[in-house]
Antibody, heavy 118, light 109 residues
Framework: EVQLVQSGAEVKKPGESLRISCKGS????????ISWVRQTPGKGLEWMGR????????NYSPSFQGHVTISVDRSISTVYLQWSSLEASDTAIFYC????????????WGQGTLVTVS | EIVLTQSPGTLSLSPGERATLSCRAS???????LAWYQQKPGQAPRLLIY???TRASGIPDRFSGSGSGTDFTLTISRLEPEDCAVYYC??????????FGQGTKLEIK
């Protein structure tokens, strides 16, 4: 069974750094892209970027380019989303999701990580 | 950027009725790159339909998708109480690679 398990909720102050994680299991981890999706009450669901675990190549939405970094540790089947300097506007729920069936869809999702910056 | 506009914003129907949810794209998109998701409170979105009309694994046949070009529809026949959720359409292929509609909230009376 394909599963994505995300790290727990975080409360941070503006200017702090943060890294949240997403661990995949039940499938060949390096074979399928993983994306990060942000959800806020104001802007809904927004795709942030995706990474190919086989070669660590990541590409980003223009809205998030330069503000976040997506990385992978294949040895522990884990993808990361990190910020070097958080802003209050980064407060959101963040989901990781695989492109297992097709690259065009998000077919398996993590449970979400709530990040509060205040 | 392709903008997906969903309507109505909220839909309130009774069990057993039929729900018709619309997703309109600001530019023509290929049907193979249009998907629908269901999100219940406190849960992650769940893939319902991909390639505009193909049900994902385990999705009941009460859910169906249709459409092409710029107009797509999710239909839920014979509504059940557990269908209460927010439904999102999503496209793939245009920069940014993926965009979502703003969602339609389905209420079951």
């Amino acid at each position: 069974e394909v599963q994505l398990v995300q790290s727990g909720a975080e409360v941070k102050k503006p200017g702090e750094s943060l890294r949240i994680s997403c661990k995949g299991s039940g499938y060949i981890f390096s074979k399928y892209w993983i994306s990060w999706v942000r959800q806020t009450p104001g802007k809904g669901l927004e795709w942030m970027g995706r990474i190919d675990p086989s070669d660590s190549y990541a590409n980003y939405s223009p809205s998030f380019q330069g503000h976040v970094t997506i990385s992978v540790d294949r040895s522990i089947s884990t993808v990361y989303l990190q910020w070097s300097s958080l802003e209050a506007s980064d407060t959101a729920i963040f989901y990781c999701a695989t492109h297992y069936l097709l690259r065009g869809v998000f077919d398996y999702w993590g449970q979400g990580t709530l990040v509060t910056v205040s | 950027e392709i903008v997906l506009t969903q309507s109505p914003g909220t839909l309130s129907l009774s069990p057993g009725e039929r729900a018709t949810l619309s997703c309109r794209a600001s530019q023509r998109i290929s049907s193979i790159y249009l998907a629908w998701y269901q999100q219940k409170p406190g849960q992650a979105p769940r893939l319902l339909i991909y390639e505009a009309d193909t049900r994902a694994s385990g999705i009941p046949d009460r859910f169906s998708g249709s459409g092409s070009g710029t107009d797509f529809t999710l239909t839920i026949s014979r509504l059940e109480p557990e269908d209460c959720a927010v439904y999102y359409c999503q496209q793939y292929g245009s920069s940014p690679l993926y965009t979502f509609g703003q969602g339609t909230k389905l209420e079951i009376k």
